[in-house]
């Protein structure tokens, strides 16, 4: 209910930063303004949406709608957008997604993007400008294994926190504020990879870069 409540009057700011965006595109400091608020009401709808998974993930509420779904239209679709994302902050991204993977799959197509979506958004926030993001994405046919592995030049993570980054406030949040983030990302897509019983790995060296591997059991 507090997560309709919210959402009512956030789709009315983006509804109208839209048609305020198309009716002031001839005057570039009004354009960058509507687009702040575009930019900024995205982030808030994006964070209602974690705030409510975390919570159906503590209630145990959260259910996958497994559907088959077309791997290579899927995954296309959503990797599009971040190339946009990268250039905006010029970064290099490389986007492969293997052609040999199936034709179909069967899972919850929207859960395995929304992970690889948590990890891509940290990818891109934490690589300063001029970095390099790369996603791979296979299928391992005789495991009957998705594999994505995505990997950053970004600020890397020490050792001692790679065991702490999936729980929620068990990093310095001075990072997290510095990089305008709230650390529960990677608790939620950690979550939701152990309910689709896969694995969620990670390995890292400080200002070098994070490479961030996902397992995940889907039938073709």
């Avoid at 259910?63 to 679709?77: C, Q, R, T």
């Avoid at 529960?184 to 990670?202: E, P, Q, R, T």
């Amino acid at each position: 209910n507090m997560s309709h409540e919210m959402k009512t009057p956030l789709n009315a700011i983006l509804g109208f930063s839209a048609l305020l965006e198309k009716r002031v595109k001839e005057d570039a400091k009004s354009l960058m303004m509507v687009q702040t608020i575009a930019k900024t009401g995205n982030d808030l709808n994006n964070l209602i949406a974690l705030i409510t998974d975390m919570r159906k993930i503590q209630d145990r509420t959260l259910v996958l709608m497994k559907h088959p779904f077309n791997p290579s239209e899927d995954f296309a679709e959503c990797l599009a957008v971040y190339k946009e994302k990268a250039d905006q902050k010029s970064l290099e991204y490389i986007a492969t997604v293997d052609r040999l993977l199936p034709q179909e799959l069967y899972g919850d197509i929207n859960r395995i993007t929304e992970v690889i979506t948590i990890l891509l958004d940290n990818a891109i926030k934490f690589t300063d400008k001029g970095g390099k993001i790369a996603i791979n994405i296979s299928y391992d046919s005789f495991a009957k294994v998705l594999l994505c592995a995505i990997r950053d030049t970004g600020i890397g993570i020490a050792k001692e926190d790679q065991v702490k980054i999936f729980s929620i406030g068990q990093l310095d949040s001075s990072v997290n504020r510095a990089y305008e983030g709230m650390g529960i990302g990677l608790n939620i897509a950690s979550n939701l990879v152990n309910i689709m019983k896969g694995k969620l790995k990670v390995k890292s060296i400080p200002s070098r870069g994070s490479l961030f591997s996902i397992e995940l059991p889907l039938s073709s």
